[in-house]
């Protein structure tokens, strides 16, 4: 009997010592750093600073790199895949801003039309390096997949309609596991099964 009373005031003071801890918990303030969300996820002013000086030091009008910059997600890399095409390639400046405002990864576009204008011999075909670079997800895995596949046979213009194309499902894939000399039906098959039929008894 003795121990079923101890145990029941223990259970009672535990008890007592877990909601005072916890009135304690949400009373009491946060410190700053664990009320505010990391600073990766958000950009600083010197990114919004370094954005717009880049874009006007690449010609950019100070009106549309201000307008650019602070609709950018992420201001500083905006402007570094705008003066990295524009410093390297014959795309303007303006044309690239039109680009890189049009991708989730601004950079990766950039390196990707750098590394395919690199190899590219004639100036005509460089916005359509730039709206290629633009339309692919992955545009570092495009440009290693354009790049690797120019050369004696391909143009740069026919490699780049190959690995666009390459991102969507395969429609011909073999093997299919389809006898060779039976058909795909064009539609399924439907497996009626009679009414009065009933499954066998266990």
């Given at each position: 009997?003795?121990?079923?009373d ?6 009672r ?8 801890a ?6 009491l303030?946060l ?5 505010t969300f990391?600073s990766?996820y958000?950009a600083?002013?010197?990114?919004y ?10 010609g ?5 790199a ?15 895949c705008?003066?990295?095409i ?22 990766d576009?950039?390196?990707?039309v ?6 590219a011999s ?28 120019q050369?004696?046979t391909?143009?740069i213009t ?5 690995c666009?194309?390459?991102g969507?499902r ?13 058909g795909?039906?064009s ?10 039929e009933?499954?066998?008894a266990?």
């Open positions: 009997m003795r121990n079923s101890f145990r029941s005031r223990l259970w003071v535990s008890a007592v010592q877990f909601i005072v916890g009135v304690v918990a949400t009373v303030p410190p700053a750093s664990a009320t990391s990766t958000r600083s002013e010197r990114d600073s370094s954005c717009l000086s880049g874009l006007t030091g690449a950019i009008p100070t009106n549309d201000a307008d650019a910059c602070a609709g950018a997600l992420y201001p500083a890399d905006l402007s570094t705008v003066t990295r524009e410093g390297n390639t014959a795309i303007l400046a303006t044309d690239a801003l039109n680009s890189c405002r049009q991708t989730r990864r601004p950079v576009l950039a390196s990707c750098v590394n395919i204008s690199d190899r004639e100036d005509p075909i460089a916005l359509n390096v730039a709206d290629f670079c633009r339309r692919s997800l992955l545009p570092l895995r495009f440009s290693n997949c354009v790049v690797g596949l050369g004696d391909l143009t026919e490699a780049m309609q190959d666009i194309t390459a969507r395969p429609r011909e894939v073999l093997p299919s596991f389809v006898p060779i000399d039976q795909i039906p539609t399924p098959t439907r497996i009626i099964i009679p009414e009065d009933t499954l066998p266990q």
